[in-house]
């Protein structure tokens, strides 16, 4: 197999047939558009609850966002509480035996490529090959000032950086030559325990996301429901696979479900939540993995840790063994 070839090797990690379920860690990212009233006022040793609650139901991922330095002109809306991947990820992982650990999504172009492979080799050799590292092209104009990085880049930085970075992951020296890195004749220890390396999961929802996942993914992870809508961006993705890949090439896809409480609320939920028995919501996930989706991040309701928790528990327990 020649490197090119070897590089362009998918990687895959779910069980044929299977949708699996995963959840963005609360606490870790507080948006006024996801982030829930009692959050606020938590910190690391309710996400250790939450991990353990997720790890022992069966999740198979828990994900952390990615800002390195929020606008003000953003702050507002977004917060500025969004604690770092690398080191909350491994916070969990030493909470945890088995649930898997994603950035979901970590903007590549904001760092060289080499600490990166870096940072994610070091968490899969500690997290005993847990890591998925989720990238993704960044939307914040004033970020990347303050960084000093150019953003109409950020697309080819990426494309540039998710090569080098496989090329890192699959080999202690790795050789590269592109129009913004240039890498060779360095070692990169300690090296990943996935074989041949960990999975590398595309996020975005524009066209030009839907292809870069194409070409470049192990998997996809949409950062809200395409213009275009899922089954088309879907089928957009699965097209553009084989046309760059061939027909044989897999790739896992993913999708995010609505809001969702198990049971009834006794407090006034968006109208969007959808709410129910476990078998009402189970036909919720159904209906996702209808679409050819594969792994599924859920949220719940709640207004505390504990109702959380709760939840989390009902869903691994009574929903997740309906849908299979």
């Known amino acids: 197999m020649t490197d090119a070839a070897r590089t362009r090797t998918a990687v895959t990690i779910i069980p044929a047939g299977r949708l699996v379920y995963g959840m963005h860690l609360p606490i870790a990212a507080q948006s006024k558009s996801f982030a829930q009233a009692w959050e606020g006022g ?35 809306a977004m917060s500025t509480v969004w604690y770092d991947p690398v080191a909350t990820l491994g916070f969990i992982a030493a909470a945890t035996l088995h649930v898997r650990l994603l950035s979901y999504v970590w903007v590549a172009p904001y760092r060289h490529p080499l600490a990166t492979a870096k940072a994610f080799a070091t968490l899969d050799a500690l997290s005993g090959g847990r890591v998925i590292l989720g990238v993704g092209a960044g939307h914040l104009a004033a970020e990347f000032a303050a960084l000093g990085i150019d953003f109409r880049r950020r697309g080819a930085l990426l494309d540039e950086a998710i090569d080098l970075i496989t090329a890192a992951f699959l080999d202690e020296f790795p050789e590269h030559e592109g129009s913004a890195w240039a890498v060779r004749d360095v070692g990169l220890q300690p090296r990943p325990v996935q074989q041949p390396r960990p999975p590398i999961w595309v996020g975005g929802s524009s066209a030009a996301a ?115």
């Open 42 to 76: 938590a910190g690391p040793a309710e996400m250790r609850r939450i991990a353990e609650a997720c790890d022992r139901s069966g999740f198979f991922y828990l994900a952390v966002s990615d800002h390195i330095a929020v606008p003000r002109s953003h702050a507002g």
């Open 210 to 324: 839907l292809r870069r996942a194409a070409v470049r993914g192990d998997g996809w992870l949409p950062q809200g429901i395409p213009s275009m809508g899922m089954e088309a961006a879907i089928r957009l993705i699965r097209e553009h696979r084989a046309r760059t890949r061939g027909e044989e090439t897999p790739i896992e896809i993913g999708m995010n479900a609505p809001w969702l409480y198990i049971g009834a609320p006794r407090f006034d939920v968006d109208p969007t939540t959808r709410t129910g028995s476990a078998p009402e919501l189970a036909d919720v996930l159904r209906d996702i993995k209808r679409l050819g989706v594969q792994h599924c991040g859920v949220r719940f309701r709640s207004r505390s840790c504990d109702e959380l928790i709760d939840q989390i528990e009902a869903f691994g327990r009574d929903v997740a063994p309906l849908v299979g």
